[in-house]
């Protein structure tokens, strides 16, 4: 079966660091991604992992062991911007479906 | 200049209508997508078409009918639409499997 699972509702405070932690279980993988969704926009693509090991872009890293089947984006010097919906999505192996998960609300705080 | 766009961005019609919702993109991506967002915020996905072809249809009932006339259009027809149709309906496209996608802005569909 798929299955992705990541936190519902995280909270953090201005200019600190947050990880949103995504666990799948999927039929195929093909890369891991993870989408920034502002309420009531689309989601925009933010990272892409296929390989074990960290990516980091600015502000936002992402982390992959294909192993564990596991991934987080790690989010540094929060802005109130980053009050979003994080979602984790992973690609099948025939690399035409994604399957994401149910999102990871953050709430920044001043 | 608008990368992927859909049209229109609001729709509310009576149960047993039918509409169709646009979409176009601009980017000379293959692949193009469409997924539904209910009220959970799940992004699920419904159909993916490459170069005009269908490669995805994931057990969509068939009152939806997607068409691609070329690779840069996917639009989206619906059938005697049902209350459970509510959801807001995003289009997307990318160009290989190593990129993410690029999102449409979203048609809100609410069905009365």
């Known amino acids: 079966g798929q299955n992705i699972d990541q936190p519902t509702e995280m909270t953090a405070t201005e200019g600190a660091i947050v990880q949103i932690n995504c666990t799948y279980q999927?039929?195929?993988?093909?890369?891991l991604f993870w989408y920034q969704q502002h309420a009531g926009e689309a989601p925009t693509f933010l990272s892409y992992?296929?390989?074990?090991g960290l990516e980091e872009k600015g502000r936002f890293s992402s982390f992959l062991s294909r192993s564990k089947g596991y991934s987080y984006l790690l989010l540094k010097e929060l802005q109130m911007k980053d009050s979003a919906s994080y979602l984790c999505?992973?690609?099948?192996?025939?690399?035409?479906?994604?399957?994401f998960g149910a999102g990871t609300r953050l709430f920044v705080k001043a | 200049d608008t990368a992927v766009s859909q049209t229109p961005k609001y729709l509310v019609t009576q149960m047993g209508n039918d509409k169709s919702i646009k979409c176009e993109q601009n980017l000379g991506h293959d692949t193009m997508y469409w997924y539904k967002q209910d009220s959970k915020k799940f992004l699920k996905i419904m159909f993916s078409y490459n170069n005009k072809e269908l490669i995805i249809n994931e057990t969509v009932p068939n009152r939806f009918s997607p068409k691609s006339p070329d690779k840069a259009h996917l639009n989206l027809h619906i059938n005697s639409l049902e209350l459970g149709d509510s959801a807001v309906y995003f289009c997307a496209s990318s160009q290989d499997r190593s990129y993410g996608y690029t999102f449409g802005s979203g048609t809100r569909l609410t069905v009365v």
């Open positions: 999927t039929s195929g993988f093909n890369g």
């Open positions: 992992n296929v390989l074990d």
């Open positions: 999505a992973v690609r099948d192996t025939g690399g035409f479906k994604t399957i």
